[in-house]
């Protein structure tokens, strides 16, 4: 007799069901899907302990008729599609006729529903065979508790409840802004957390993105063929560390799909730092007969007939309307109306940079230079002023002095090879970086407290993962504690990038820290999280430079291991020699 043998039916169904399955926001999301298929204008959700103990989502909708109660718990049994042809153009969300079925393998259902042709409600649960006459006015409820009562080493990979939560309300939030004709309320533990009346898309988005994203935010609704691309797309003034405000559905459907965020990261290119991510509420539509949804159990991937014709087309729509000039922009949108009119221009940054060449360092910039550099070097480049036009050989440090900075951007230093130019907000982060792991190996990272603790207000998940992440922050150099339900307090930072921004910085590390569990994440991730602080803390681009200031940077390059490359592995400066520079002129030819 052979040792492979079939596994057992409920196994079976349970292996299949962890595709759907896989925390508690999973299930939400097939509730969701399902009341919105059946015609919901309105669906309560109530979550118990992050929705393992119970989710409870409840809608206005069609219906199920008694004879179907047992129909709907079974295996590929669906009311939304009878063929492959249908299959190929759906409209609707389930096509499965898996998600219900996939549920209850997993925990203890219960379906209460009036169909419009009752009298009165039936009741269904997965436990109990029958069929029960039950009280409901309209509608559907489904109730789904215990989540992995049976499957206990599921349990175990969940995480904490208030993670879980987030999770359920990231779900619910999706579906809104799909779906802002539907009224929505969430509750968790009795406590009311969300309540969406039916709205127009602008006030939907605006209770679900928040007011930062507002006074950035493009409109656009532009149209080729059949295809059609709508929503909201801030402009690079507003971006992120990282994707959690990337919305993009298509025919209302909330996915993750690649080839989208490609066409969508392009066109930000040009005009958003690598390390940024956009912003961005997008809707496409077509025939749904072009795309294909059944690739991805979690249906978040999308295939489409024309992926490169729809490559192409949210690219360019995306390009042009982040290149209208602000002033058309404003006359289309009231969003648009709140960038403030003296945003500074290339042209500005141009006349300040010319004036800073050959400068004496001026008051404020001193600051900035002991808390940006270290206050190191700054002896040398005091040497140096006014800027010098002849290098002699032998007689200039590796890297130069210091003679004008461009456009905010680079500095301009004179070495005895010719030209160099620096990246200085680059170089300034690779600076930062080394220092942080010379820190970090040397034993606790030294910390400045601050006089007044910097106050945030944060989402569920970045107040959960301050908490569960708590060691880690403190190994870091960090002192975080809840102020509030909705409030963090930042009592004190890194001492090397107490001159940086610290709440953009205490983001982003909490963005990247909820990624990973909480216990081996110092060990595994150690410098991505370095490099993190070392992006936020480095001088920002068009930030006005003394000489004295920039003398110090390149002194401190000279002292930096791998300073010739930034964390992002572009390079950090650039030389060029006289003999290119003459190449450039033709001259000697
Ligand atoms: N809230 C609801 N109101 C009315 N009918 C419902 C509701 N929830 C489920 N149903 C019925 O139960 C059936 C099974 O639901 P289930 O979610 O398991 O499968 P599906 O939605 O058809 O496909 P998928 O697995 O892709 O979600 C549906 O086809 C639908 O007829
Ligand atoms: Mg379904």
Not at 150 to 167: G, I, M, S
Not at 188 to 211: C, D, M, P, T, Y
């Amino acid at each position: 007799m052979g040792i492979i043998k079939p596994l057992p039916e409920l196994l079976i169904s349970q292996i299949a069901a962890g595709e759907v399955v896989e925390r508690p926001a999973s299930v939400l999301k097939e509730l969701l899907e399902n009341s919105l298929d059946a015609g919901a204008t309105r669906i309560d959700v109530q979550l118990e302990e992050g929705g393992v103990r119970l989710i409870r989502v409840g809608d206005n909708g069609g219906g199920i008729a008694p004879d179907d109660l047992p129909q709907a718990l079974a295996r590929h049994a669906t009311s939304k599609i009878a063929s492959l042809d249908e299959l190929e153009r759906v409209g609707s969300y389930g096509f499965r006729g898996e998600a219900l079925a996939s549920i209850a393998s997993v925990a203890r259902v219960a379906i209460t529903s009036r169909h419009a042709s009752q009298s009165h409600a039936y009741r269904l649960r997965n436990e109990a065979n029958a069929v029960e006459p039950a009280a409901l006015a309209t509608g559907t409820v489904i109730e789904v508790a215990d989540l992995y009562f049976n499957t206990p080493a599921r349990r175990k990979f969940l995480k904490t409840e208030a993670t879980e939560f987030a999770h359920c309300d990231e779900v619910l939030r999706r579906m809104a802004l799909a779906r802002p004709d539907v009224a929505f309320s969430l509750s968790h533990n009795n406590n009311q957390k969300r309540r969406l009346a039916s709205a127009e898309f602008s006030r939907r988005a605006r209770e679900i993105i928040g007011e930062d994203f507002f006074p950035h935010a493009r409109p656009l609704d532009a149209s080729a063929g059949d295809l059609r691309l709508s929503g909201l797309a801030a402009l690079p003034a507003y971006s992120r560390s990282g994707r959690d405000e990337q919305y993009f559905f298509v025919n209302g459907r909330f996915v993750r799909d690649k080839l989208l965020m490609h066409a969508a990261r392009q066109a930000w290119a040009d005009i958003l730092h690598g390390a940024r991510h956009p912003a961005y509420v997008l809707f496409l539509e077509l025939d749904p007969a072009g795309v294909d949804v059944n690739v991805h159990p979690a249906k978040t991937e999308v295939r489409f007939r024309d992926a490169r014709g729809i490559h192409q087309f949210i690219f360019h729509v995306l390009q042009r309307t982040l290149a209208t000039p602000l002033s058309a922009a404003s006359a289309a949108t009231d969003a648009a109306e709140t960038i403030p009119a003296n945003a500074p221009s290339a042209f500005s940054y141009a006349r300040q940079s010319s004036l800073a060449v050959g400068e004496p360092a001026a008051r404020p910039y001193l600051d900035f230079a002991r808390s940006a550099f270290d206050g190191a070097a700054v002896a040398a480049g005091d040497a140096v002023s006014p800027s010098p036009t002849f290098v002699q050989e032998g007689s200039a440090p590796l890297l130069g002095y210091a003679v004008a900075q461009l456009q905010g951007v680079y500095v301009l230093a004179l070495n005895t090879v010719g030209l160099v130019l620096v990246d200085m907000h680059a170089a300034h982060e690779r600076i930062l970086y080394e220092k942080l792991k010379n820190s970090l190996d040397a034993g606790p990272a030294a910390t400045q407290s601050l006089l007044v603790p910097l106050l945030l207000v944060v989402n569920e998940a970045e107040m959960a993962t301050a908490s569960e992440q708590q060691e880690t922050l403190t190994r870091l150099g960090f002192a975080i504690s809840p102020a509030g339900p909705r409030e963090l307090a930042v009592r004190s930072l890194p001492a090397l990038l107490a001159g940086g921004n610290a709440v953009e910085l205490v983001r982003s590390l909490l963005k990247d820290l909820a990624e990973h569990p909480a216990s081996r994440v110092i060990e595994t991730r150690r410098n991505e999280l370095l490099a993190t602080m070392a992006c936020h803390g480095a001088v920002r681009a068009n930030r006005l430079l003394s000489l004295t200031e920039m003398n110090a940077l390149l002194r401190q390059m000279e002292e930096t291991e791998r300073a010739d490359q930034c964390n992002h592995g572009r390079p950090t400066w650039v030389q060029l020699s006289m003999s290119e520079l003459d190449r450039l002129f033709m001259r000697g030819r």
